[in-house]
């Protein structure tokens, strides 16, 4: 069975800096990895879809790889801002299973 | 508009009662999905359904069922509402690979 884990569970940051957001995985035949945005109260934001045969995908500030034999993907934002603030959530399709298995997500606090 | 909605946003129920959550989709994927995210636990699976024909139990289907009326519609019901029932409910859809959410609702079962 699939697990996804997500550390930190929070994160705190001053405006400007790079951080990254780090997700693991226990079993690697995954068909892709997703990173997702949630604003409180809201809806999930993709942000990133990393295929299996990839090793990285970048967007703007955002840059996530991933690394299927060692079961890590790691989301990096560069030069953070307050409008970053959100909980960011990892997920996994495994081969042979149909739908995703999500971490628990990171709470990501940029300080002005 | 919205590619993915849900109605309603917001719901306040009682233990017991029958509630039904709304989905639709104008992105013409076959595959939609419903989670549910409960605080500290990640978004659970509750079911899937890859066209109108074919509907699956997820991993927490134990007191839900759900309908596909078409291709864009896909709806959960709650038959009889249980407080551990309150939680975040998400519709999604997907298509190559990718997911793509509705806003959720949130229900409280008191």
């Known amino acids: 069975k699939q697990e996804v884990t997500q550390i930190p569970a929070a994160l705190s940051v001053p405006e400007g800096e790079n951080l990254v957001l780090n997700c693991s995985f226990t079993d690697s035949a995954i068909y892709n990895l997703q990173w997702f945005r949630q604003d409180p109260g809201k809806g999930l934001t993709s942000l990133l879809l990393?295929?299996?045969?990839?090793r990285e995908q970048t967007s703007g500030r955002l840059n996530a790889s991933l690394d299927k034999s060692s079961g890590r993907s790691t989301l990096y934002i560069a030069a953070s801002q307050p409008g970053d603030s959100a909980t960011y959530l990892c997920?996994?399709?495994?081969?042979?299973?149909?739908?995703?298995?999500f971490g628990s997500g990171t709470r990501l606090q940029v300080q002005p | 508009d919205a590619d993915v909605t849900q109605t309603p946003r917001n719901r306040i129920t009682k233990t017991g009662k029958r509630i039904m959550l709304e989905c639709s989709q104008t992105k013409g994927h076959d595959r939609m999905y419903w989670y549910r995210q409960d605080p500290g636990l990640g978004l659970r699976l509750i079911y899937y359904?890859?066209?109108?024909?074919?509907?699956n139990k997820g991993e927490i289907s134990d007191g839900y069922s759900v309908s596909r009326q078409a291709q864009a519609k896909f709806s959960l019901s709650l038959e009889s509402a249980i407080p551990n029932q309150t939680a975040l409910y998400f519709c999604?859809?997907?298509?190559?690979?990718?997911?793509?959410f509705g806003p959720g609702t949130r229900l409280t079962v008191l």
């Open positions: 990393i295929q299996s045969s990839q």
């Open positions: 997920a996994v399709k495994s081969t042979g299973r149909r739908a995703l298995t």
């Open positions: 359904s890859f066209d109108v024909k074919d509907i």
């Open positions: 999604a859809t997907s298509a190559g690979g990718e997911q793509f």
